[in-house]
Structures are given as C-alpha cells and as structure tokens.
C-alpha cells in the first residue's frame, strides 16, 4: 500500500466570508483561528462565551495537492479520515463525494476516479454543531445531563463538548485527526487479530487477518483471509522483546511462542512487548503491511458469588489485582492542542503515583493510538467505556447503523492493546433511566436495553469475543437490576460531596469496585494565573472563579466542608491550599478504607485525573500540569505496600462537644496492605506524641504480609488521651526504610492545638531538606512559578528532618507551609 499524507497547503475560513486563513492539520476550528489571532483566548475570563459564538458558523477547509504516478497506478485510492469533527460535507476536485456525521468513527473515500496528478482540491465543510442539536432538539427533545446543551444527544460528537459539571461550553470542530490517500495494489489489510491461549510454558497465538479485495477498482468490505485465498496470503514476523525475530510465512493458523514473557499491570511485574509485522503477499510481492505491539497476558473479570454479594475484580495472568487509578477525561477542550508529549507525562504521572489502572469516561472521545500505546508501556489496565453518557438515544435504524460502524472501528484500533481491561457500555446511564431521569417515554427504556445488552455484545462477538464486557457503569451486571448496588459489581459513590456527607461516611460501605467517588479542590493561585491576572477576581465567589466552577453552588460546598475540617482561612491563596487538602484528606480516607477491604473490596478508581481546562474540579492534576495535593497523597495511598490507621475520634463519631455526656472512642486500629506478588515482612511502629512531637508512649512489632492481602494489627485505645495536643505517628519500615507513614489525631482538625513547627528548609543538590520544630501537618514545598515536582509533598512530619527529592523545577523562591498556617 501506498500512503500520501494530505496535512499541507491547508487554508480554512468561516463558509459565506473572505477570511482565508493558513490551517493546520491534524487541527481544529478553534486552534487555527488562535494561532492566526483572529479570536481571544477561550478560556481567559468569560471569553469562552465569545467561542462559543464562534461556533454558529460553518467553516471550509480546503488544500491543494499533487498526486504521484506510483500513488495513481494502484487499483485503488481511498481518501481516510481518522478524526472528523463533526458534521462535513467532503469535496474532491469540486466533486461531493459524502457526508460525515461521527467523530468517534474512521471514513473512507474512494477517489481514484476522481484524480489527476496536480492540482487536486480537497473540500470539506463542517456545519455549526450548535444549529444541527438545535434544529434535532425541535424534532425530538430527547434528553440528557443538565450540564451539557440541549440536543447534545443527537449528534455523536463528544458530549462534554457543549458542558459538564467540570468542562466548558467549547463545541470546537475541525480535522483532529490525520488525513491521508491509501493506494492499494490488488488488496489490503483491514485488520489483525491475534487471539491469544494461555498454556504452561507457552502461548499459542491465532491470527485473525481480514483483507479488502480491490474489484473494478473499488476495495471491496473485509474478508477473512484463510491459507492462499484470492492469491494473496500472509506472513507474520515477530520480534521478541529481546530483539530476536522468527518468520511464519504461508499464513500461518497458529504461532506459538515458548517461555512466554507476560505482561503484568504496574507494581506486579514487567511490561515486556513484542512487536508484530504482518505483511500481505500477493505471490512474492508484499502488498501492504500492518505493525503492531502486544503484550502476551490473560486479562478479565473474576466475577464470582461469595459471602458479601459477588466480587468484581481485575484478573490478570490468573491473579486478582486491586485496581487503582482515577477516571480520565480528555486532555484539552480545544483536541488541536492535544499531542502525544503531553499524553506520555500525564500517564507518566500516572504511574510515579503507583496507578495501575485509568478509567476512559464514556463521555467524551476514545482517545489516540498512543494513549493505548503508552499505557502499555507502563502497565495502565484501560478500563474503557464506550462514548455514551449521561443521556436516553433514539435506536433508530440510522442511529444503530452508524452506532455499530462507531464500535467496529474502535473496538479493532484498541483491542490489541494489552492494557485493555475491559469494554463497558456507558457511563451511569443504567443507573439515571431506572431511576427515570430524561426517560420521557416507553421506547427510551427499550432502546437502552437494545443498545447495551443486544448491539454491542453483538458487534463484541464479531470483533473481540475475549475481552470482558460490563453494560455500564456502575452496574451490578446490567437489566436495571440495582445497578449501584454495593455489594456487588461496580458503584459510583457520591454521597461525600454531592451529599454533603462527613469524610467517614466512606466506612459505612465495602464497595466491590468503587469507579467513581470523589471531592473538588481549587487549582494553585499560578494556574488561577492563567485565566484571570485580576486581583478583583481573587476571590472564590466572584463572577470570574465561578464561571471557571461548572458545579452548581460547589465553591459553597467546599467552604462547607472547610468549616467542618479547618479555621478559616485569611487569604485567597490560603483558601486554594486548604481546598486541595480537604480534596487530599477526603479521597485518602475513602481509599485507604477500601484497601483496608483488600478481597471484598477490589477497586478504587476515583474521579478524576485530568482537567480539559483550568478549573475548580475534582482533578488530582490540574490542566497546567500540575500536581495537585490530592497526587501526592494518591502516591502514598496508593503505595504497593502501605499501612493506614482505622482509628474511632470525633470524625467517626458525631462531635457534640456541648452535649452534656460527650463521650466518644479513641482508638487506632493499623492495617498493612501488601499489594505485591511476594510476602512482605515489615515493621510496624506507632508513638503518641504532643504538638511538639515528642514521644509519651510507642510500640513496634513484626508483621508478616502474605502477598496480595492486607493484615489488621490489634486495635489499641486511648481513653485518657489529650485529644487538643496528643496525636499517633506511625509508620512500616523494611531493611531500615521507611516505606509508608501517616499521623491521625482525635479532635476535629481545626481544634487541634498546633505548634508553630517553624518551617525551614536548605537545597543540597537534588534534595530540599525540610526542617520542623514540632508537628506538622499537609507541608507544602513550593517555589515561586508552582512548578516543582517533588518526591514527595503535602505529608505529615514530626520534628527533625526530611529530605525531598526535586523532579523537576527550580527552587528558586520557596515558601513552606502546613495546616498551622490556614488562620
């Protein structure tokens, strides 16, 4: 095959004006139009209502090409579009050649007919998103999320496009993914498939190749190709991770590989690949070829009745792993900014934080070939929706037919991927249509059932029987049979924030697999920068920072919840910090219960990692970059060997101090969690100390972890116990290091009698070294630009030292501070 990339000469302008303008693609509306400064940036201020004006147009894309002589030999020439967005008319050499209406779909053309070898047009004109779901709206007022734009449903174009309760109203368009010309001698690849079987001391691998055949220069639909049919036959070269190749030619019904080398998620082993060539041969020639990595696993869901329900966890190589990681969502509202640099550091992070697993959200897009890739490479399972969410679907003929083109396409471009863990049919949507949400008739019941529990087990048959499915999310296995039901399948658990629940609420339940909980923060006063440099703005209820809040009345919330935790803060900076502990502190409570639940409980997926611009969100990373609070503490919490305190003192108990018989528990109850293939011995340790971190009291004992379990130590009380300056330190150790630590107090948080720790600190090398002079709690290392990266960040520490390691970023400016200083 021959591929001519068509990403030059673009010029595009608003249909019906003389505004050319240069383009870039792979690109976007809005992208060109800020590269050219011919709009404002859309999310300084309130701009993105100005953006969102822009998108009441049409706009015209066109370039101008040549064509080789090798490419217009071939039988064939199809014209590939792998990312449209949305609804285009397409163009050649002035000739309509068809319509697109799907931007989660790959579209093919066949041009060879119309082509010459200079001077070829290519035309396409994308159509105002927001008049198509207006007019669609009018014709059938089919609902969904309260936080998107009406008629979002009707066009399958990513939904948080036009709003969430995180994301913007920035419908953007444009070609957002490559365009290219194929010239196809005789035939092509369509795809290949290697389904894998798993035996002792091999693997024996089954490829699945489809071709398309060209007749009367058209390629023909997908074939499977078996031995030397229609004269072509393949051969497959695989390349070990060592670099040793073997050769199987004369299409090969099975390939077997001894001594396989597994692929295992992050913290349980390697992630070793093997690189597969696949060539088409039409007698000696090769024709076309396809080169693809895998990695040799078995991946699925151990779903079994047990004593508390039924379980619902990663299996991987025969182990049941603890799934732990955040929801993603994409990377950028404005997708021409998106690129794979920023993907790899994000997932990167990712993995410097012990994840093993993200979530891709079903309402927004199914991400690039190298999100999958880079997963890969670092052991991230892909728990993947499809991209429905939060909404009721007419299953019209036309609806289902494009619906299962959507699915064919995205299913064969992922589903090699070693790190896909399962397909899951959409997000909380079995969950809001038992409970009746924007169901306004019989038939959208129907057709939810026909779309998750028919169509795409169907098209799952046809194109990856072997990866798991789950009808949605959260589900206890789909027919509205209790979807969020605790005990069994996966839960979305919202009742810690949306409500308003105390942190502790997390214990009442032992979720099977927790996919979505979670707990706004602010972004850092720099990020906070990139918006609005007002000083007027500086202040979490003005029109500015609550146009950058999609939550309604959030920003009140978290000043809820801030009473609750700690005094009031003085300062608008202050107020930022002390919303992203209480975001830290609120998730680490939930996880660490969870993990506590190592067995009945087997995820904690919690929402969510990314923001699409900068925001006040749920984020543990915020849209700069940045780490926030909440990363830091995941890094810990997260830890493959961790030990957390379940300890009883005025959060667990309701606090009524001016109650005449106010007594409640105080106690600690330490667990280890091993979340390792390997038995861990370790050393438990735990002081009582006062404000100034001087030990009262202190035991240490030996504890041996069987791999992949948690152990409970015996709970200790303190019944006399100063609960004002008096707070428990603990800490594991191995061979001398400590590997996991925290501290827990007794009172409320803001009644605690902190001392002034005195914060200092000195840079020697690559380490800042901190210094405290009493306890100190959440310290945060910052230089002036927020930019650092540490090794660790926002802990606890009694007095003495700490050295941190500097990732990345000058420290240059530093500040210290802890909870002693929100005053």
């Given at each position: 095959?021959?591929?001519?990339?068509?990403?030059?000469?673009?010029?595009?302008?608003?249909?019906?004006?003389?505004?050319?303008?240069?383009?870039?693609?792979?690109?976007?509306?809005?992208?060109?139009?800020?590269?050219?400064?011919?709009?404002?940036?859309?999310?300084?201020?309130?701009?993105?209502?100005?953006?969102?004006?822009?998108?009441?147009?049409?706009?015209?894309?066109?370039?101008?090409?040549?064509?080789?002589?090798?490419?217009?030999?071939?039988?064939?020439?199809?014209?590939?579009?792998?990312?449209?967005?949305?609804?285009?008319?397409?163009?050649?050499?002035?000739?309509?050649?068809?319509?697109?209406?799907?931007?989660?779909?790959?579209?093919?053309?066949?041009?060879?007919?119309?082509?010459?070898?200079?001077?070829?047009?290519?035309?396409?004109?994308?159509?105002?998103?927001?008049?198509?779901?207006?007019?669609?709206?009018?014709?059938?007022?089919?609902?969904?999320?309260?936080?998107?734009?009406?008629?979002?449903?009707?066009?399958?174009?990513?939904?948080?496009?036009?709003?969430?309760?995180?994301?913007?109203?920035?419908?953007?368009?444009?070609?957002?993914?490559?365009?290219?010309?194929?010239?196809?001698?005789?035939?092509?690849?369509?795809?290949?498939?290697?389904?894998?079987?798993?035996?002792?001391?091999?693997?024996?691998?089954?490829?699945?190749?489809?071709?398309?055949?060209?007749?009367?220069?058209?390629?023909?639909?997908?074939?499977?190709?078996?031995?030397?049919?229609?004269?072509?036959?393949?051969?497959?070269?695989?390349?070990?991770?060592?670099?040793?190749?073997?050769?199987?030619?004369?299409?090969?019904?099975?390939?077997?590989?001894?001594?396989?080398?597994?692929?295992?998620?992050?913290?349980?082993?390697?992630?070793?690949?093997?690189?597969?060539?696949?060539?088409?041969?039409?007698?000696?020639?090769?024709?076309?070829?396809?080169?693809?990595?895998?990695?040799?696993?078995?991946?699925?869901?151990?779903?079994?009745?047990?004593?508390?329900?039924?379980?619902?966890?990663?299996?991987?190589?025969?182990?049941?792993?603890?799934?732990?990681?955040?929801?993603?969502?994409?990377?950028?509202?404005?997708?021409?900014?998106?690129?794979?640099?920023?993907?790899?550091?994000?997932?990167?992070?990712?993995?410097?934080?012990?994840?093993?697993?993200?979530?891709?959200?079903?309402?927004?897009?199914?991400?690039?070939?190298?999100?999958?890739?880079?997963?890969?490479?670092?052991?991230?399972?892909?728990?993947?929706?499809?991209?429905?969410?939060?909404?009721?679907?007419?299953?019209?003929?036309?609806?289902?037919?494009?619906?299962?083109?959507?699915?064919?396409?995205?299913?064969?471009?992922?589903?090699?991927?070693?790190?896909?863990?399962?397909?899951?049919?959409?997000?909380?949507?079995?969950?809001?249509?038992?409970?009746?949400?924007?169901?306004?008739?019989?038939?959208?019941?129907?057709?939810?059932?026909?779309?998750?529990?028919?169509?795409?087990?169907?098209?799952?048959?046809?194109?990856?029987?072997?990866?798991?499915?789950?009808?949605?999310?959260?589900?206890?296995?789909?027919?509205?049979?209790?979807?969020?039901?605790?005990?069994?399948?996966?839960?979305?658990?919202?009742?810690?924030?949306?409500?308003?629940?105390?942190?502790?609420?997390?214990?009442?339940?032992?979720?099977?697999?927790?996919?979505?909980?979670?707990?706004?923060?602010?972004?850092?006063?720099?990020?906070?920068?990139?918006?609005?440099?007002?000083?007027?703005?500086?202040?979490?209820?003005?029109?500015?920072?609550?146009k950058h809040q999609r939550n309604a009345g959030a920003n009140g919330k978290i000043m809820n919840y801030m009473q609750q935790t700690f005094r009031y803060p003085s300062s608008f900076e202050t107020v930022l910090y002390a919303s992203q502990l209480l975001q830290a502190e609120a998730i680490?409570?939930?996880?660490?219960?969870?993990?506590?639940?190592?067995?009945?409980?087997?995820?904690?997926?919690?929402?969510?990692?990314?923001?699409?611009?900068?925001?006040?969100?749920?984020?543990?990373?915020?849209?700069?970059?940045?780490?926030?609070?909440?990363?830091?503490?995941?890094?810990?919490?997260?830890?493959?060997?961790?030990?957390?305190?379940?300890?009883?003192?005025?959060?667990?108990?309701?606090?009524?101090?001016?109650?005449?018989?106010?007594?409640?528990?105080?106690?600690?109850?330490?667990?280890?969690?091993?979340?390792?293939?390997?038995?861990?011995?370790?050393?438990?340790?735990?002081?009582?100390?006062?404000?100034?971190?001087?030990?009262?009291?202190?035991?240490?004992?030996?504890?041996?972890?069987?791999?992949?379990?948690?152990?409970?130590?015996?709970?200790?009380?303190?019944?006399?116990?100063?609960?004002?300056?008096?707070?428990?330190?603990?800490?594991?150790?191995?061979?001398?290091?400590?590997?996991?630590?925290?501290?827990?107090?007794?009172?409320?948080?803001?009644?605690?009698?902190?001392?002034?720790?005195?914060?200092?600190?000195?840079?020697?090398?690559?380490?800042?070294?901190?210094?405290?002079?009493?306890?100190?709690?959440?310290?945060?290392?910052?230089?002036?630009?927020?930019?650092?990266?540490?090794?660790?960040?926002?802990?606890?520490?009694?007095?003495?030292?700490?050295?941190?390691?500097?990732?990345?970023?000058?420290?240059?400016?530093?500040?210290?501070?802890?909870?002693?200083?929100?005053?």
């Amino acid at each position: 095959m021959i591929k001519q990339n068509l990403h030059e000469n673009w010029e595009m302008h608003t249909a019906g004006w003389d505004d050319w303008q240069p383009a870039q693609v792979p690109g976007t509306v809005y992208t060109d139009l800020l590269r050219n400064g011919n709009m404002e940036d859309p999310f300084w201020k309130d701009n993105e209502n100005k953006a969102l004006a822009l998108m009441e147009n049409d706009y015209e894309y066109e370039t101008i090409f040549a064509c080789g002589t090798d490419l217009l030999s071939c039988d064939s020439v199809l014209l590939r579009f792998e990312g449209l967005d949305t609804i285009a008319d397409i163009y050649v050499n002035h000739e309509y050649i068809g319509r697109t209406d799907n931007m989660h779909r790959t579209w093919e053309f066949s041009v060879r007919h119309l082509l010459h070898e200079k001077g070829n047009s290519l035309r396409i004109l994308f159509h105002s998103p927001l008049a198509y779901i207006r007019e669609k709206f009018a014709e059938a007022p089919t609902r969904g999320s309260e936080d998107a734009m009406d008629g979002f449903v009707h066009i399958r174009k990513a939904h948080c496009m036009f709003g969430w309760d995180w994301g913007a109203h920035l419908p953007d368009a444009g070609i957002f993914r490559p365009v290219s010309l194929l010239g196809i001698q005789k035939a092509c690849l369509d795809s290949v498939y290697l389904r894998q079987e798993h035996r002792a001391g091999y693997v024996r691998l089954k490829p699945q190749v489809h071709v398309r055949i060209v007749k009367d220069r058209v390629a023909g639909d997908p074939v499977e190709l078996h031995g030397q049919d229609s004269c072509c036959s393949y051969r497959i070269t695989i390349e070990d991770p060592d670099k040793s190749k073997r050769v199987f030619d004369g299409s090969p019904e099975e390939i077997v590989i001894e001594d396989p080398r597994l692929w295992w998620p992050n913290g349980l082993g390697e992630q070793p690949l093997y690189t597969v060539k696949t060539e088409l041969m039409c007698g000696d020639t090769a024709v076309d070829e396809k080169i693809q990595r895998i990695g040799l696993r078995t991946m699925t869901m151990h779903v079994e009745k047990d004593a508390y329900g039924e379980s619902f966890a990663h299996e991987v190589n025969g182990v049941q792993v603890f799934a732990m990681g955040a929801d993603y969502i994409p990377e950028d509202h404005l997708l021409g900014r998106t690129t794979s640099a920023k993907t790899r550091k994000l997932l990167k992070d990712c993995r410097a934080a012990n994840f093993n697993a993200v979530r891709v959200w079903g309402g927004g897009y199914y991400p690039e070939d190298w999100f999958y890739d880079i997963c890969d490479e670092l052991g991230l399972m892909v728990w993947q929706d499809f991209m429905f969410a939060c909404a009721v679907y007419d299953l019209t003929p036309a609806f289902e037919e494009n619906m299962r083109k959507e699915l064919a396409d995205n299913i064969k471009r992922i589903r090699r991927h070693p790190s896909l863990g399962l397909w899951c049919g959409n997000n909380e949507m079995e969950m809001f249509v038992k409970e009746g949400n924007w169901v306004s008739k019989h038939s959208e019941v129907r057709d939810y059932l026909l779309m998750y529990e028919r169509v795409i087990p169907e098209v799952l048959r046809e194109y990856d029987p072997v990866t798991f499915y789950w009808p949605a999310s959260p589900s206890s296995g789909g027919s509205f049979d209790e979807p969020n039901d605790p005990n069994r399948g996966d839960v979305h658990y919202w009742d810690v924030w949306h409500g308003n629940k105390p942190f502790s609420d997390y214990r009442n339940y032992f979720f099977r697999y927790a996919s979505e909980f979670g707990f706004q923060s602010f972004p850092c006063l720099s990020t906070v920068k990139t918006f609005t440099d007002d000083p007027d703005d500086f202040n979490i209820f003005s029109y500015v920072m609550e146009k950058h809040q999609r939550n309604a009345g959030a920003n009140g919330k978290i000043m809820n919840y801030m009473q609750q935790t700690f005094r009031y803060p003085s300062s608008f900076e202050t107020v930022l910090y002390a919303s992203q502990l209480l975001q830290a502190e609120a998730i680490r409570y939930g996880v660490e219960h969870f993990r506590r639940n190592r067995g009945r409980c087997m995820g904690a997926i919690y929402w969510q990692l990314n923001d699409c611009w900068p925001v006040a969100s749920w984020s543990s990373i915020d849209y700069t970059g940045r780490w926030k609070a909440l990363h830091y503490y995941a890094k810990r919490f997260f830890a493959p060997i961790m030990v957390s305190c379940q300890e009883e003192g005025w959060l667990t108990q309701k606090p009524d101090m001016n109650r005449e018989h106010f007594e409640f528990e105080k106690s600690i109850r330490l667990n280890v969690t091993n979340e390792t293939r390997k038995e861990q011995q370790v050393l438990v340790r735990w002081a009582v100390r006062n404000q100034k971190a001087e030990i009262f009291s202190s035991h240490e004992e030996l504890v041996c972890v069987p791999a992949m379990s948690s152990v409970w130590l015996d709970k200790v009380e303190f019944p006399h116990i100063q609960i004002f300056d008096r707070y428990v330190s603990y800490e594991i150790l191995q061979n001398g290091e400590i590997l996991s630590e925290g501290t827990v107090i007794f009172s409320l948080p803001k009644y605690f009698a902190y001392a002034d720790p005195g914060l200092s600190c000195r840079v020697e090398g690559d380490e800042i070294v901190v210094r405290a002079q009493a306890y100190a709690k959440s310290v945060e290392i910052q230089n002036k630009a927020e930019d650092l990266l540490l090794s660790d960040n926002y802990f606890d520490m009694n007095a003495g030292e700490k050295r941190v390691r500097i990732l990345s970023g000058e420290p240059k400016g530093l500040r210290l501070r802890s909870v002693y200083d929100i005053r």
